[in-house]
């Protein structure tokens, strides 16, 4: 015991022993309680600071003593002030600096300056059927707010992809440990074979440049008490041609060859991803010559201009920063237009088309089959004898010897037969199988009904 009464009253293991030892005697240790916040706390420089702090006791006490002490760099602790039952006694150096917060022990530093960062010390004694003591340690740091960070290019002007580096810095006018933090598309970046950063992270190497590293990067500086992001940048970056293709707005393509219908013009046009963009030309390949025909990117070629069935174009495309070129080749095949060809057009049909086709199909269909059933001969016949005058009857009835000529209604089928002479044989065949006269009748069924008398049954060759 001798031996921890010189133990700094400030320490955590004197603290904790004293502790152990009130309750194995008192029981009491429990009967003060102190509390902060936080241990560590930021301020601003030049802004004051509010060091809250916290204390209840359930014991009954006759003074209570509240000692601030400081603690430097220097590692030496000063005295700031002192209260005993909220009367102050404070160091003349410090009574303008800090102000003392009653009932509680809070201390508010009036304006923070970079030699106030340090560690701060409470301890709150109580003295009733015994004496108590407990203590805090608040660990002060003092910043500067960073303002926005700019970003420097180097080099300022683009850069060719497998030919050069880019290097960015990222800068603060004012702001004390600044962390930096590097964002590509909004996302941050680490270290990989193309992106490296420098120690405390406020330059980012790209190095080698590819046609990956586009994109839009900014800087994210920020400390204890702030945070800024940077502007977007975007670096230039020289790459390309990438992904040369050619089509076209008709005509149908299989691979690199496009088929189109005799007398029908199409424009093609060649599209590769590059920058800057690419200087296109069009070459024709025709009976083993080569020649350039026009420059940009579309080529309209009309079929008539085709002299052969099939002729090779080819498109190129040439970079003048990179000094990178591509070229590709077309077919270009006129087909005349015929069966084949339009069957061929209406594979293509929508499935709108084809459910129209049906739909008029069965329309059609069915008011013919109306008409039919409306319009048959025989009912066509028979209307017409209806409308006969009654001589017409009553002749029919007695060249035939029936009592109405509607008896003579029946299917008749007129055949004829070609003669050497040139005269046509007529063969009639009805119910009685009789033949008649051959020649040729224009007339109704009903008139050539007329033609067969009853009673005649005997078989007559046409002469």
Request: proline content about 5%; hydrophobic content about 35%; some cysteine.
């Amino acid at each position: 015991m001798g031996q921890d009464a010189y133990m700094d009253p400030f320490s955590a293991t004197f603290y904790e022993l004293q502790c152990k030892i009130y309750v194995l005697l008192l029981g009491i240790c429990s009967a003060l309680k102190l509390s902060v916040p936080s241990h560590t706390i930021h301020g601003i420089e030049g802004q004051p600071l509010h060091l809250l702090v916290d204390y209840n006791f359930n014991i009954t006490v006759s003074d209570i003593q509240i000692t601030w002490m400081f603690e430097g760099p220097s590692k030496h602790a000063i005295s700031l002030f002192m209260s005993v039952n909220q009367t102050l006694v404070s160091d003349l150096e410090f009574q303008h600096k800090f102000t003392f917060m009653p009932p509680n022990a809070s201390l508010l530093i009036k304006s923070l300056h970079f030699s106030d960062e340090g560690n701060y010390t409470v301890k709150i004694t109580i003295v009733g059927n015994g004496r108590i003591s407990a203590s805090e340690k608040i660990h002060v740091t003092v910043d500067v707010p960073v303002t926005k960070p700019v970003v420097y290019t180097e080099p300022s002007v683009g850069v060719t992809e497998y030919k050069g580096n880019i290097t960015l810095k990222c800068t603060v006018r004012n702001g004390t440990r600044v962390i930096y933090q590097w964002m590509k598309n909004g996302n941050p970046i680490e270290v990989s074979t193309n992106y490296s950063l420098s120690a405390n992270h406020d330059t980012l190497s790209i190095v080698p440049v590819v046609k990956e590293a586009i994109g839009n990067y900014s800087c994210l500086a920020a400390n204890s008490v702030s945070a800024m992001q940077s502007d977007v940048i975007m670096p230039t970056i020289y790459y390309g041609p990438y992904g040369l293709t050619v089509n076209s707005d008709k005509g149908q393509k299989i691979g690199k060859v496009f088929t189109f219908d005799k007398g029908e013009a199409v424009q093609f046009y060649c599209s590769a991803d590059s920058n800057p963009p690419n200087i296109y030309s069009w070459i024709r390949k025709a009976e083993n010559s080569t020649h350039v025909i026009t420059h940009g990117r579309y080529l309209e070629v009309a079929s008539e201009k085709v002299t052969e069935k099939a002729e090779e174009y080819r498109c190129s495309a040439y970079n003048y920063m990179t000094g990178k070129r591509d070229e590709t080749g077309i077919f270009v095949v006129i087909i005349p237009i015929g069966p084949a060809k339009m069957t061929q057009k209406g594979k293509y049909l929508s499935p709108l088309a084809i459910i129209t086709g049906i739909s008029l199909f069965l329309i059609v269909s069915m008011a013919l089959l109306i008409l039919w059933n409306r319009f048959q001969p025989h009912k066509v016949i028979q209307k017409k004898l209806q409308s006969r005058p009654e001589t017409d009857y009553r002749k029919a009835q007695t060249i035939s010897g029936h009592e109405n000529a509607l008896d003579d209604f029946g299917i008749y089928e007129f055949v004829a037969f070609p003669d050497p002479t040139g005269i046509s044989r007529v063969s009639s065949q009805s119910g009685t199988g009789s033949d008649v006269h051959c020649q040729d009748f224009h007339g109704t069924v009903y008139e050539i009904i007329r033609q067969i008398p009853e009673q005649h049954h005997d078989h007559q060759d046409c002469t």
